[in-house]
């Protein structure tokens, strides 16, 4: 028998310190040249004006292993202590957008952010966390070439700390409260797994595989948004007026902003936004299964064939509680505002009014489970090691993961806001950001010895797979909820199924039909990832020099060289993609009503296109010049030199 205990201590200090004279972020729309869109950016990015993190963090292991006969026992605990203090507060000096300069010199913006603490509010969100666990394993030995492994792990996060109460959220959402978090919750993983070797004469079979439930450290980063966003720390605005808010709106003070009930435009009515959760949340958990093969084959190559299946129990999905559905299209999307006066003729898109349940806040987001989504992959592996010192292995991987939300923020309000959707507020499952559809890899290295004391290794690594998916989105807000970037678009199957301004339905179809991603949605909104950006591939050399020195110690010295394709030729080597995981390929400029068949659609439309699309196409923008960005790091060569000592 035998125990291992462990204790760790880790302090981790991390603030985003701008060394600049504070200012309020401004982005003010122009066009260049060509005509083209493009901003003008002054000022403190909005996440950075007040964000700071410290973590401390204890975490306390013990295992203790038995073997009696052919069964060995492990009886373990690892449990973590965190303390928190998240200084998050977006838009801390104001941040504003103006469609022009003469509106910025006026000081007349069309968009004015705003987070203001509130009387006796909390700057900062400090909360501590607990994270308990304990482990029970039996690795049982059947026979020489069988061994099965059964596991039972609970897990139950604690928070110790409730947020601070709002007493008007109870009123204005019944059955929720802002000092409500995940606590307590227990979460069962139990777990089995085997390893076969069954006999099968001059070359040995290898059959592994297993089964169970997973769940990983708690995200406390989301559950910190019920801290940091209670509504009874902060006011927020979160304002957007086409015509402006006024000339000498703006103010380059960070400490004197505009608030509600002074003598500026806002209405009078204090705002604020609250990030909630569901009594009933649970921490991520998932279900996976896998079953690999390794077969010795002919020659010394061993061949391996592996399949990975993972499947949600307790994903995450955020929906908004205070947006109220006014109607739907009549291709089934939601609408959750009014689309009136939102027309903008400088951008040539639409931006809706959203219909706010409750006056007295923007946005209240609810963090909930879903069970949808999954990923798999197929793994077959060929590998060769020669007795005069090469090795060699190559490999291809297939791949599918689907989810609802794919959780890439800190900020709920950004995991929900930028959630590629047909419906805002129930997202359909979709295609994964984190899929890699297909992937080769191979590895050829070799090591030799060309003195007592000098073993030196060279090997060379590629990389080749498909590209990141993404999304095809309006520009504009297709459901008045007054975002301008997260909504699918609708696939027309003819021409009049849609109202086409640029007059150019030839190109549009064109267009869509060279897209398999979009021509096979003829008729529906397109689902979220079905888009591919392009193929990407990579080689990395690197050279490994041993020295053996005295009494088993050794000095090791490494070079590697990464994206060697792009130090051959500036043109190889390259990875494009679009921002954000998704395009905007078409401009929505609202619906048909009979507004617009009397003004601007005199002639486009007629009653009997009531309801439909209003929408506009630039062939220009969809070309891959247009489309795709070169990412800057990732595409260029790298080297790297390592040193390091053993003993």
Do not use: C
């Not at 409730?162 to 995940?182: E, H, L």
């Amino acid at each position: 028998m035998s125990n291992t205990f462990r204790a760790v201590y880790t302090r981790i200090r991390d603030s985003r310190d701008v060394v600049a004279q504070p200012y309020p972020e401004v982005d003010i729309s122009v066009t260049d040249n060509n005509g083209d869109f493009a901003s003008i950016l002054q000022g403190i990015d909005r996440f950075s004006q007040a964000n700071a993190l410290d973590q401390d963090l204890i975490e306390i292991t013990n295992n203790f292993n038995y073997i009696r006969g052919d069964h060995e026992f492990t009886i373990g605990t690892s449990n973590q202590i965190f303390k928190f203090r998240n200084l998050f507060v977006q838009d801390d000096f104001g941040s504003y957008e103006f469609w022009s300069v003469d509106d910025y010199e006026d000081g007349n913006p069309v968009g004015y952010n705003y987070s203001y603490l509130l009387p006796d509010g909390n700057r900062a969100a400090e909360f501590n966390a607990i994270q308990l666990g304990g482990y029970v394993q039996d690795k049982w030995t059947v026979q020489p070439n069988l061994k099965l492994t059964f596991g039972l792990r609970v897990d139950v996060p604690i928070m110790p700390d409730d947020p601070t109460f709002n007493s008007d959220v109870p009123n204005a959402f019944p059955g929720y409260s802002t000092d409500r978090v995940a606590s307590g919750n227990i979460l069962w993983s139990p777990r089995f797994g085997f390893n076969w070797a069954p006999d099968t004469g001059e070359y040995t079979t290898q059959i592994r595989g297993g089964a169970g439930i997973f769940s990983g450290t708690p995200p406390f980063v989301w559950i910190s948004n019920q801290y940091s966003n209670t509504g009874a720390d902060y006011g927020r605005v979160d304002t957007f007026n086409p015509g402006g808010l006024g000339n000498g709106f703006f103010s380059p003070d960070p400490n004197n902003q505009p608030t509600p009930g002074g003598n500026n435009s806002l209405s009078p009515i204090s705002t604020t936004e609250v990030n909630l959760i569901e009594e009933d949340f649970k921490y991520p958990q998932a279900a996976k299964f896998n079953l690999a093969v390794d077969q010795d084959l002919p020659y010394g190559v061993t061949a391996t064939l592996e399949g990975i299946y993972s499947k949600s129990i307790n994903a995450v999905v955020y929906r908004n509680i205070n947006l109220g559905q006014t109607g739907t299209s009549p291709y089934g999307r939601p609408f959750y505002g009014s689309f009136d006066g939102g027309y903008n003729s400088f951008f040539g898109n639409v931006t809706g009014d959203p219909n706010r349940i409750n006056s007295g806040f923007t946005n209240a987001l609810v963090l909930d489970n879903s069970d949808k989504g999954y990923n798999y992959s197929i793994t077959a592996e060929l590998n060769k090691q020669f007795d005069w010192g090469l090795r060699t292995n190559v490999s291809y991987t297939y791949n599918r993961a689907e989810s609802v939300n794919n959780g890439t923020s800190s900020r709920a309000i950004s995991n929900w806001q930028f959630n590629e959707n047909k419906d805002v507020n129930n997202p359909r499952i979709g295609t994964a950001d984190f899929e890699r559809r297909h992937r080769i890899l191979a590895n050829v290295g070799y090591t030799f010895s060309w003195a007592d004391r000098m073993r030196t290794t060279i090997s060379v690594i590629f990389d080749g797979r498909s590209g990141t998916p993404f999304s095809w989105i309006y520009n504009g807000d297709a459901n008045a909820d007054g975002q301008r970037g997260n909504d699918l678009l609708y696939v027309p199957a003819s021409a009049d199924e849609v109202v086409l301004t640029s007059g150019n339905w030839n190109e549009l179809n064109d267009w869509i039909a060279s897209e398999s991603s979009l021509n096979e949605y003829r008729g529906e909104v397109v689902p979220r990832g079905t888009a591919r950006e392009p193929w990407t591939n990579f080689l990395d050399f690197r050279i490994n020099q041993e020295i053996q020195t005295f009494g088993g110690q050794k000095l090791e010295i490494t070079a590697s060289m990464f994206n060697v394709l792009n130090f051959l030729n500036e043109d190889w080597g390259l990875r494009q993609g679009v921002s954000f995981n998704n395009y905007q390929a078409v401009k929505i400029e609202g619906y048909v009503d009979q507004d617009f068949i009397n003004g601007r659609g005199s002639g486009l439309a007629t009653s009997d296109d009531i309801g439909k699309p209003i929408v506009n196409f630039d062939p220009e923008d969809v070309t891959d010049d247009e489309m795709y960005n070169t990412f800057d790091l990732s595409s260029r060569w790298q080297m790297q030199i390592g040193l390091r000592y053993s003993f």
